[in-house]
Structure formats: C-alpha cells, structure tokens
C-alpha cells in the first residue's frame, strides 16, 4: 500500500465548476500537508499548505484536512480554463521529507 | 526575486556516459531538495541537503548517485554510468528554514534527461 493515494483522473469539469481534489494516506504521523500545481513540463507551484486539521481557505481555493479519517481535499471555486493542470497533494511528518501522491489530472472546458 | 533556478533544462546523455543537474535556490535560501519524477509517477523524494551538508539521502540509489551544495555556487546532483531507466524528470526544490514558519518548498522548473 502506498502511503499516499490520490486518483489520476482525468477529471473534466465545465467552466464554472466546483472541483473537489482528494487523497488519503496511511501514516499517522504526517503533519504538513500541501497542495501543488503542475502545468505540463513545468515545475510544481505551491498552492496551499496546512498544518493540522481544519480548512484553509484562499482565494478560491479551500483546504481541508481531515487526521481522523487520513483524509485532505482541495476544493476549486468557479473553476477557469487556466486551471487545467496536475494537482499534486504532498505531505511529510516534518517539512523537509515530503511525499507526493501521483497527481490528479485536470481539464476544465469552457 | 529569482526563483530556484535549474540547468540545463534538457540534457541527453548516452548510456555510460555522466549527467550533471545544477540547481540554484532562491534568494535567501539554504536548504535544498532534489526530487525525480518519472512518467505518469509523483515526485519521489531522493535527498536534503543544506551548505556542505547532506541532511538525509535516505532516497538516493545506494550506486552511481551523488549531491552536493558546497559553501558557494549551486548544489549539484550527478548520475555516474546512466541507464535508460535514468530517465526522467530531476526537480530540485529550496526552503529557508524546515520547522519554522514560511518553510515551504518552491520548485524549480526542472531538468529533464532523457537517456539514449
């Protein structure tokens, strides 16, 4: 078992949509928890990064992370055209050490 | 301010032969990843480094691979001997200070080898 799961998709959404990115993971001592953006061939951006449980919420971007359930989302609002990429969730029990699931690949159409 | 800069961001290689990926960090940095993605894969974690010192290698192939940040100019990660399956995409990542607030990790757009 991997210790970090996250669906490939794709997934495509219209215009407009709200995008929900997940992954759950098996080591409970994870305590830093991130979301990255892929464009291809491009490096990794950072998008969200929490620590503990609870939301974050930034722009039109939420992050939830749930320890009870080993369980972090990453919600998109009024997803645009320009948010088709590679969603990374990425986490570590320190911040140096991270480990990334495989990407979920998105694709909103207009 | 520069982002972490990395070079070349494509490099071919033969079989046998030696790649050397450079990577520079941000501004004010001093702790650098590096990271391989293969296709269709995530990042793997191979090794932290901070100046002169390796922190953790705990994901560097135990032959051929090597990292350095010295005390001036960029760290650089080596592959002796490449194989195909040397193949991928190398990212390299910077921090100021793991533990602290504002320690997240920015990457850099990556070095992509292709072994022929």
């Known amino acids: 078992q991997k210790e970090v799961e996250q669906d490939p998709g794709p997934l495509s959404v219209p215009e407009g949509a709200i995008v929900s990115l997940n992954c759950t993971y098996s080591?409970?001592?994870?305590?830093?928890f991130m979301w990255y953006r892929q464009y291809s061939r491009k490096g990794p951006e950072l998008l969200m990064y929490?620590?503990?449980?609870g939301n974050k919420e930034d722009g039109r971007f939420t992050a939830q992370v749930d320890k009870s359930s080993k369980y972090i989302s990453l919600f998109i609002r009024d997803s645009q055209p320009s948010d088709s990429a590679t969603y990374l969730c990425?986490?570590?029990?320190?911040?140096?050490?991270?480990?990334f699931g495989t990407g979920t690949r998105l694709q909103v159409f207009p | 301010n520069a982002g972490v800069m990395q070079n070349p961001r494509h490099l071919v290689r033969r079989r046998g032969q030696e790649a050397r990926l450079r990577c520079s960090p941000m501004?004010?940095?001093?702790?650098v990843y590096w990271y391989r993605q293969l296709p269709e894969e995530g990042l793997k974690f191979m090794v932290y480094?901070?100046?002169?010192?390796?922190?953790?290698e705990s994901g560097m192939p135990k032959e051929r691979f090597s990292a350095e940040f010295p005390k001036e100019g960029p760290s650089i990660l080596r592959i002796q001997q490449v194989v195909r399956g040397d193949s991928a995409a190398y990212f390299c990542?910077?921090?100021?200070?793991?533990?602290?607030?504002?320690?997240?990790?920015?990457f850099g757009p990556g070095t992509r080898l292709t072994v022929t």
């Open positions: 990542a910077s921090s100021p200070t793991p533990g602290l607030a504002g320690d997240e990790q920015y």
């Open positions: 080591n409970s001592a994870f305590q830093y």
């Open positions: 929490t620590y503990s449980s």
């Open positions: 990425a986490m570590g029990v320190n911040t140096d050490k991270l480990i």
């Open positions: 501004k004010g940095h001093s702790h």
């Open positions: 480094l901070q100046k002169e010192n390796i922190i953790d």
